[in-house]
């Protein structure tokens, strides 16, 4: 899974027929350090999540493994909502990408 | 998903038995500012998407949860036109890849 | 899909017994313009492909998706030859990567 | 498979109902000498690793096929915790990305 | 399929239950000219590859098509070993990534 920002949310009426409904929102890669990556996908949310809220999200098949998301042309799905990152010190001193 | 801007069709009458009556779109990925990204994908279309138009592109084995493309094989549909993206403020203005 | 230019065959008599009789052929992935990239991937050939055509070829699991490569363990499929890109000028004009 | 080194955990409450008991780890991508790359996964364990231990871990519809993972929406998964590696003196000293 | 260089072998006991008996392999990338390329992967083998040989392997869901990886939470199998490339001169005297 990734990690990421929900920045904002994408609005679309023409759709196919399996996504009407679905809530698609701008999820940014961030580093651990929660800075920003340059990347972002468009996700399904299959948690509630909002705006500004860290997040993980699956791609590929695997995010058609909600109850929501079954069968339906998405290749991405937010998953979880972070709490909080546990990273040993030693790591969360070094610069990302 | 990802963001795209269809710009172009890929012409082909030699194709898979499967994919006969399929449209191939050529999709030029997008920052979230609309600014073009280098890469680009061959996407069939499930909306109706015109040239110029804004799109989502699924990818993987979600392209093919579509009903025209349903065990066919083609790796990229796209399956939303975007009416508009709806990012915070802060996002929007900084820069992207 | 992505677009590619058939460069050349990779020979192999010791492979998986699924893979017996199939033809991989090397592509190089192509530009819009149809200068080379860098990468290139070792495809399936499900459409009778030679040496120089332009090809576009699906990855993953949907490269299982034609009669030829059904549960077989290839992960790239040509699925159709080109015959043309129809770019808009816009784009056509601009660099790629 | 990837190489890396599991360097902390992901903690979360809201979360798919599938997902609920389930482990998230962060692992960082390794070199072949064990060296950081600046990349880092998300993945649900399915051997016991522990911090600071060297994995492998598995991505994409793959990561669904342990007891623990199956048709749960995660995209990446620890399958074996590495002993060692085995490799020929003259790849190990070379520089790698 | 990539084309790869069998440099060496990961050891380990931990494992998912469903890779006993399986042996990991290191496989480097490789460029048409057979020179290295920076990434390697880790790939279960299903052809008796040996250290330094020559190979194909298909990663993704593709991986889990031979008799030995079906079901099994491996993401790269090495599926073939190359005899020789067949490449146009043009391409081989190009560089490469």
New interface residues.
């Given amino acids: 899974?990734?990690?990421g920002r929900v920045?904002?949310?994408?609005?679309?009426?023409?759709?196919?027929?399996?996504?009407v409904g679905m809530k698609?929102l701008?999820v940014?890669d961030l580093n651990?350090d929660y800075s920003?990556k340059?990347?972002?996908?468009?996700?399904v949310d299959?948690?509630?999540a909002g705006?500004?809220e860290i997040v993980?999200y699956?791609?590929?098949?695997?995010?058609?493994?909600?109850?929501l998301?079954k069968?339906?042309?998405?290749?991405?799905?937010i998953?979880?909502?972070?709490?909080?990152?546990?990273?040993?010190v030693k790591?969360a001193l070094?610069s990302?990408?």
Avoid: C, H, Y
């Fill in positions: 899974m990734k990690l920045i904002g949310t994408v609005w679309s009426t023409r759709k196919d027929e399996n996504l698609f701008i940014r651990l920003e340059n990347s972002f996908t468009v996700a299959s948690v509630g705006v500004g993980l699956a791609s590929g098949s695997s995010a058609r493994q909600t109850v998301t069968n339906r042309p998405v290749d991405a799905v998953m979880a909502i972070v709490d909080k990152l546990d990273v040993s790591q070094e990302e990408e």
